[in-house]
């Protein structure tokens, strides 16, 4: 009995070759830069299984999909709906589509969104941490998918280009503004500092304090992870501190939300008793009781801008890094104690 012999395919070109189907394409079509040492293992898996491409397919393969994959952390801190919008108002009017994943900043789920948007051919990630492993991003650059940053940067990745807003600015601008209104006990409630974010903030604020001559006893600094959660956990930390800090600057406006939240439970008046100040200037800070100073980021700015600047690398073009201007916004969470 004569039966049909299996045609090779192209993923099976891509499991010989251990990389995606995507990168075996982009080495075949040549659309896009490959590092040699991927180029060689998909030239040797050609070769090794005799595989002829598909006229037909290859049609298909030489398009783009035109999809964008965002990878977010956090869909409940309202920081990332914002930055979402401003990605996808960029992407949709430039004729792609989006792919939205939210990993509840778990590291294995960052590593799997990114498996799984790869295996659907996204033309491009965005991503909002660095949880997937800075080897994997190089890898996945390495493959010719490119990639960017967006609110987060790294200087170990070479070419990965990324939008933020000067953090370390910021946390002077805190720094400086609750100085000036009097205060001499500091407290900061930092977001994690194994990321740029959470490092530059804190930098800022305690480099200015120092400035103005502060004694490092009169500062208090608290791990925090940027969650409401963990503003609130934070917040009972706080009130058992004796004597208590007179003002304190939260390294987000999710960890001040939750942070209130805990201070009105205890009947804590704000801000007779603690000055706070946040970090985002997210739409909810100045609905709640009371309105909350907060140093201003243009989050929606980082998303349109990180898609605007990801497109044009997908398109042939050279990327490019943007730092944008923190300001700050005064509300009524915090007092002159002069």
Not at 100 to 116: G, I, S, V
Not at 263 to 283: A, H, K, T
Request: hydrophobic residues 40%.
């Amino acid at each position: 009995m004569i039966s049909k012999k299996k045609k090779i395919s192209i993923i099976d070109v891509a499991r010989v070759a251990g990389v995606s189907p995507a990168t075996v394409s982009r080495v075949l079509n040549k659309t896009a830069r490959v590092s040699p040492e991927l180029s060689g293992r998909v030239i040797s898996a050609v070769k090794e299984l005799n595989y002829v491409p598909d006229p037909f397919a290859h049609g298909m393969r030489t398009k783009r999909t035109k999809t964008i994959g965002l990878i977010i952390s956090d869909i409940t801190n309202p920081f990332f709906p914002e930055l979402a919008r401003g990605a996808a108002d960029c992407i949709s009017s430039s004729g792609y589509s989006l792919i939205l994943c939210n990993t509840d900043a778990e590291p294995r789920k960052e590593k799997e969104y990114a498996q799984l948007l790869l295996n659907k051919g996204v033309d491009g990630l965005m991503f909002t941490s660095l949880r997937v492993g800075v080897e994997n991003i190089r890898s996945i650059m390495d493959e010719g998918i490119p990639c960017i940053l967006a609110g987060r940067k790294t200087d170990d990745i070479k070419g990965l280009n990324h939008v933020v807003t000067d953090n370390y600015k910021g946390g002077c601008i805190a720094g400086g503004y609750l100085f000036k209104l009097g205060h001499r006990r500091f407290l900061h409630v930092s977001g994690p500092l194994d990321n740029s974010t959470g490092k530059e903030r804190l930098a800022g604020f305690l480099d200015t304090l120092r400035e103005y001559g502060v004694d490092e006893r009169d500062i208090t600094i608290i791990n925090g992870d940027f969650t409401m959660k963990g503003g609130y956990e934070s917040a009972e930390k706080i009130l058992t501190l004796k004597p208590y800090p007179s003002a304190i600057f939260f390294a987000n406006d999710a960890m001040a939300i939750g942070a209130l939240q805990k201070f009105w439970e205890e009947r804590i008046d704000i801000p007779e008793v603690f000055s706070i100040i946040g970090f985002d200037n997210v739409r909810i800070s100045a609905l709640i009781a009371p309105p909350l100073t907060t140093v201003s980021q243009e989050i929606y700015e980082i998303g349109r801008l990180s898609a605007e600047i990801l497109i044009k690398i997908i398109e042939g073009e050279r990327g490019e890094n943007i730092i944008l201007e923190p300001k700050l916004i005064e509300r009524r969470s915090c007092r002159c104690t002069g």
